[in-house]
């Protein structure tokens, strides 16, 4: 059974970085055709991409947002972390963590974890 | 980056009704692209990919169509689990892009 599992802090104040950790059972992180993506939801609004990482290391950034966002995974504790730096207001959200399926062939996010709402407020 | 622009953003429909929806990206995408349902307060999840690829455990009411640059979720027979937010997405390149989302409400 695949499941992901986001944890990290509910609240977080203007400026502080925030650090999210999506911990995955059910596949493996070392499965070439498996990557781990974040995704957040402002409330009210729509999905917006945020980062990916594969297997082999590869990662890639939303475009407005790479020089805050930082993803890095640690294969043994099945876990995929993503950082935000300076945070603000406007990024309070859920922020989602999802399995990408066959990146690489007609990629989708089969599995996704049940979201984090993360507020940003002082 | 690729842009994906949904239409309608909403739209009022009965149980039964047949129902279309559309996504058109900025730039041809072959088939790269992926449709998810959203209902309040949830993840949202995966109903068709690779444009026309049933997910499995997804009702066949649901159907996807297109390539390039324009895609069609339909829903042959709306039920009443269906009024909820539709996304599409492309998987065409990264960073991976989502459209505004449409939203299916009862009429």
């Known amino acids: 059974q695949v499941t992901l599992k986001e944890s990290g802090p509910v609240l977080v104040k203007p400026t502080e970085t925030l650090t999210l950790t999506c911990t995955v059972s059910?596949?493996?992180?070392?499965?070439?055709?498996?990557?781990v993506t974040w995704i957040r939801q402002p409330p009210g609004k729509a999905l917006e991409w945020l980062a990916h990482i594969f297997s082999n290391d590869e990662k890639s950034y939303s475009t407005s947002l790479k020089n805050r966002l930082t993803i890095s995974k640690d294969t043994s504790k099945r876990q995929v972390v993503l950082t935000m730096t300076n945070m603000n207001p406007v990024d309070t959200a859920t922020y989602y963590c999802a399995r990408e399926q066959d990146g690489y062939i007609y990629g989708r996010f089969d599995y996704w974890g049940q979201g984090t709402l993360v507020t940003v407020s002082s | 980056d690729i842009q994906m622009t949904q239409s309608p953003s909403s739209l009022s429909a009965s149980v039964g009704d047949r129902v279309t929806i559309t996504c058109r990206a900025s730039q041809s995408i072959s088939q790269y692209l992926n449709w998810y349902q959203q209902t309040p307060g949830k993840a949202p999840k995966l109903l068709i990919y690779a444009a026309s690829s049933l997910q499995s455990g997804v009702p066949s009411r649901f159907s996807g169509s297109g390539s390039g640059t324009d895609f069609t979720l339909t829903i042959s027979s709306l039920q009443p689990e269906d009024f909820a937010t539709y996304y599409c997405?492309?998987?065409?390149?990264?960073?991976?892009?989502f459209g505004q989302g449409t939203k299916v409400e009862i009429k």
């Open positions: 059910g596949f493996s992180l070392r499965d070439s055709r498996m990557g």
């Open positions: 997405q492309q998987s065409h390149s990264s960073p991976r892009t």
